[in-house]
């Protein structure tokens, strides 16, 4: 068992990785001190997979679980689900002390750690995140959200989970575009704090695609400690936590773009990635070289560097709608070389249309 | 101007109390280093008294006020009206440095704490309030909350907010009646924690009915110091911070079981303590003379201490609905002294009931 602690003082956790630790789920949630009653959430997809068989383990170790299973996919993202859920808490008498478990993807752990941190004032928070991108990204780090017709995770707050229970079985039955989305974000890693992991991802590129646990399990570990790092130095995302949106920042824009239809979250932020190494070349910071690398393993691991469905103008000004935003200042990820980023709020109008009108292969310059 | 500080690492903050604070709005917000824009939301009623006046002198400092104002009354604090404010802040175009700014009683207190808790998961977020209960108990101390069809306060947050103004004139214009039922809890600060504070406003009780200014001004300073104090050594309610419920046990359950239509909170709260001194003197922790002297100022500020409407067994099982409820032991506050309270989750079912006939002034017990 490979354990990741993530150091938040009192909100402290651990991050557990290997195969079947899910089957262990009930020896976890005894160390947790909570109530005998659980509420684990899911989708009716994963719900029918693990969800069933979770709730025969917590229930063989005594605990008193009940499923709640909703619709997969971002729609069942919204306050009008976590009202369901709410309901459902409070019709199983949960209080203070019971725990919500999510199992599932990260639709699954934003919309149940949002309801974890706002029932009762907070419950104790368990997330078992399915997918890859779940287990590198949104199961660690306190970001919990849900969101508003007008747009994505305009509601939510930080809120540590109580503990990451991570099964690198999951991963075979994750579909394969699945499995690349969450590459993305594993990437993202290499890229703006690790060049040694950049390279074992490079290495071992073939093992990655092919599922091989161990492999996976090393990706997932490395993933969640260097995101550990980043939260730990600025849980609420003041100042350096904001390294993590590298790619994102054009990601977000394809996705509201491209109606969140096209590409999904790793595509997205792939491409994103791509242009904000192409701004930082042109701005003079990074190499070509460098750029190549990147776009090479992307395409490596079956991820889009361009978005041909999207036009410059458009995307230029969905980059800020961004909630990042503050005071009409976009703060920019940039790449100075593999492993090693920097903030910056200031780039030039022409610079960035430049990178937008190559990834989404435009001819013409506004 | 008397400021109480409210010490919780980096999430210190000042309560101001003075006549005329919330002249001084523009300046102590160019002291919050908040960006320009800032939503200022209110009820209908203390709106048009205060509101106009307010975003006014904001504009006249250089900021980009804007007043929304939903409907007076316990009624606006759910997820609906939440939702109609995210609306209103995402149209405004507030990023995470924009302020949130609460002027109005607790009910405008809680939801636009929750709106600021979790638009964009936080934003700043003021409190300005104008009722005595407010001032005195929910602007400080970071519970924010809406209600669920199910009971009150279901969904909610611990947020601190960035500063407290109070403003000692918003008095001037408090119904009697919302006069008293902040008496209420200024009679909890000094049964819990200071007797010398307790023996104050049995002192001064008609200057307090006269609404001296200065008298005022010294009892929502000594409630905000004894709150802080509690506050500091337990923000989110895992101990002491229980002791703030003293009198709500009974309290909640007579607010519910009239439908919250016959005692507003601080009536409530006020028969409640009655109820939790008799339990103490039942139990021999607390004299009867100490018992007659809680009745006695309480009387004197125009609260009840018996609830007729109310039968024993119904409020009974309401007791055990309240969230504070943990593997269904209640913890009791109760009263050794005037100014000195412990915690007891082990109170005998009979003795409950004695107290609960006394003061729903039954004749016979089932």
Not at 25 to 31: H, V, Y
Not at 110 to 127: E, K, M, N
Not at 153 to 163: H, K, S
Request: with cysteine.
């Amino acid at each position: 068992m490979v354990n990741v602690k993530v150091n938040l003082e009192k909100r402290s956790y651990n991050i557990h990785i290997d195969v079947s630790t899910s089957n262990l789920i009930g020896n976890f949630m005894q160390t947790m001190k909570v109530n005998k009653k659980i509420l684990v959430i899911s989708d009716t997809a994963v719900g029918n997979l693990y969800g069933i068989q979770m709730v025969e383990l917590l229930i063989k170790d005594g605990f008193i679980a009940e499923l709640y299973c909703v619709p997969p996919g971002e729609h069942s993202k919204n306050l009008d689900v976590a009202m369901e859920l709410y309901t459902k808490a409070i019709t199983l008498e949960l209080d203070r002390n019971c725990a919500i478990v999510a199992l599932g993807g990260g639709v699954i752990g934003d919309l149940s750690g949002f309801v974890a941190a706002t029932y009762l004032r907070g419950v104790p928070f368990i997330q078992i995140p399915t997918s890859l991108l779940a287990q590198v990204d949104s199961s660690v780090g306190g970001k919990v959200a849900v969101n508003h017709p007008m747009g994505k995770n305009l509601i939510g707050a930080f809120y540590q989970p109580r503990m990451v229970l991570i099964d690198i079985n999951f991963l075979s039955t994750l579909p394969n575009r699945e499995l690349y989305t969450g590459l993305a974000e594993v990437i993202k890693y290499g890229m703006i704090a690790d060049k040694k992991f950049f390279t074992y991802l490079c290495d071992h590129s073939r093992q990655i695609l092919d599922k091989r646990p161990d492999v996976l399990t090393e990706i997932v570990r490395r993933s969640c400690e260097i995101k550990a790092w980043v939260v730990e130095q600025d849980e609420c995302e003041s100042s350096i936590r904001a390294i993590l949106n590298f790619g994102h920042t054009i990601g977000h824009a394809i996705e509201a773009d491209t109606n969140f239809s096209v590409y999904n979250h790793g595509e997205a932020v792939a491409i994103g990635m791509y242009g904000a190494a192409l701004i930082s070349n042109h701005l003079g910071m990074c190499s070509k070289a460098t750029v190549d690398v990147l776009k090479h393993i992307l395409l490596q691991f079956n991820l889009p560097v361009y978005a041909p469905e999207c036009g410059i103008e458009d995307l230029f000004k969905l980059l800020y709608r961004d909630k990042k935003v503050l005071d009409n200042k976009i703060t920019w990820v940039l790449l100075n070389d593999i492993g090693e980023v920097n903030l910056c709020n200031q780039v030039p109008e022409n610079i960035v249309k430049l990178a937008l009108a190559e990834i989404t292969q435009s001819n013409t310059l506004s």
